[in-house]
C-alpha cells in the first residue's frame, strides 16, 4: 500500500489518473466522480448484488425472476411509473417530478409484494441496510454474503441496497466503484484510490485498508 502526498496542485491527481497507468499494467483509477447509470441504478446493481438477491427470492418463494424485477415490463415493475419510482409532471401547477401514486415510490408492483423472505419483500428487503441484510442471507448463498462483508468492511453498512447511486457522496461513490471492481475482478490489479480516505472517520478507514 502507498500512499501519495503533496501540496495542493503538485500533480497528484495527474499522477494518478494519467502517468502511472502508462508504465504500470492492470491499473484502476477511482475518484470521487458520481457513478454514471440511469434511473434504474442502485447499490445493488452497482456491485452486483441485485441478480443474486433475486436468486434468493426466486428460490425461497418459488415465484419467477419477473416479479423481483423493477427494471424491465413484467409482474413485478410498477406499470404506472415503469419502475422509476417517480413520474416526470409539467403542468401550469407543476414542473418536476413526482412520487408515483401507485407504488408510492417503491417502483415494484403489487405481483412482487405478497412474496416474502424473513417477512420482507423484495422492496423492504432492498430497503434494510446492508447490516440487517447480511444476518438474513443463509449461508449457502456465498456469493451474496461476500458482497455484503465486504460492502460492510469498507464502512458502507449504513447504506441501503435500494439506495439510488446519483444519491451517493463521493466519498461514498468511489467506495462503491472500488468494491465492485474488487469483486468482478478476474486477475490481479493495481488500485489507484483519488482521495480515498477523505470525510472517513478512523474506523473505516482502518476497513478500506485491510480490504486492500
Known amino acids: 500500500l502507498l500512499g501519495v502526498c503533496g501540496v495542493s496542485g503538485?500533480?497528484?491527481t495527474s499522477l494518478l489518473s494519467g502517468i502511472l497507468p502508462r508504465y504500470l499494467e492492470n491499473t484502476q483509477y477511482f475518484s470521487q466522480s458520481p457513478i454514471g447509470g440511469n434511473a434504474y441504478s442502485i447499490v445493488a446493481t452497482?456491485?452486483?448484488?441485485?441478480?443474486?438477491?433475486?436468486?434468493?427470492?426466486?428460490?425461497?418463494?418459488?415465484?419467477p425472476k419477473e416479479y423481483f424485477t423493477f427494471s424491465s415490463r413484467g409482474r413485478g415493475q410498477c406499470?404506472?411509473?415503469?419502475?422509476?419510482?417517480?413520474?416526470?409532471?409539467?403542468?401550469?401547477?407543476?414542473?418536476?417530478?413526482?412520487?408515483?401514486?401507485?407504488?408510492?415510490?417503491r417502483r415494484f408492483g403489487p405481483g412482487s409484494w405478497k412474496h416474502r423472505v424473513d417477512g420482507c419483500?423484495?422492496?423492504?428487503f432492498l430497503s434494510l441496510s446492508i447490516d440487517e441484510v447480511v444476518i438474513r442471507v443463509p449461508g449457502e448463498y456465498r456469493k451474496l454474503r461476500q458482497?455484503?462483508?465486504?460492502?460492510?468492511?469498507?464502512?458502507?453498512g449504513y447504506?441501503?441496497?435500494?439506495?439510488?447511486?446519483?444519491?451517493?457522496?463521493?466519498?461514498?461513490?468511489?467506495?462503491i466503484k472500488f468494491a465492485g471492481n474488487l469483486l468482478a475482478a478476474k486477475?490481479?490489479?493495481?488500485y489507484l484510490l483519488d482521495e480515498p480516505?477523505?470525510?472517513?472517520?478512523?474506523?473505516?478507514?482502518?476497513?478500506?485498508?485491510?480490504?486492500?
Not at 447504506?159 to 467506495?175: K, V
Not at 480516505?197 to 486492500?212: A, E, H, Y
Open 79 to 105: 406499470d404506472t411509473c415503469l419502475g422509476k419510482g417517480i413520474i416526470e409532471e409539467e403542468s401550469v401547477y407543476l414542473k418536476g417530478a413526482i412520487l408515483c401514486p401507485s407504488c408510492g415510490g
Open 197 to 212: 480516505f477523505r470525510g472517513v472517520d478512523k474506523t473505516n478507514i482502518c476497513g478500506v485498508i485491510g480490504v486492500i
Open 159 to 175: 447504506l441501503t441496497l435500494f439506495q439510488n447511486t446519483s444519491t451517493l457522496s463521493g466519498g461514498e461513490a468511489q467506495r
Open 147 to 156: 458482497v455484503l462483508d465486504l460492502l460492510k468492511s469498507i464502512g458502507l
Open 187 to 190: 486477475t490481479r490489479q493495481v
Open 10 to 12: 503538485s500533480g497528484k
Open 121 to 124: 419483500n423484495i422492496y423492504e
Open 46 to 63: 452497482a456491485v452486483g448484488a441485485l441478480e443474486e438477491i433475486q436468486r434468493l427470492f426466486c428460490d425461497k418463494t418459488k415465484a
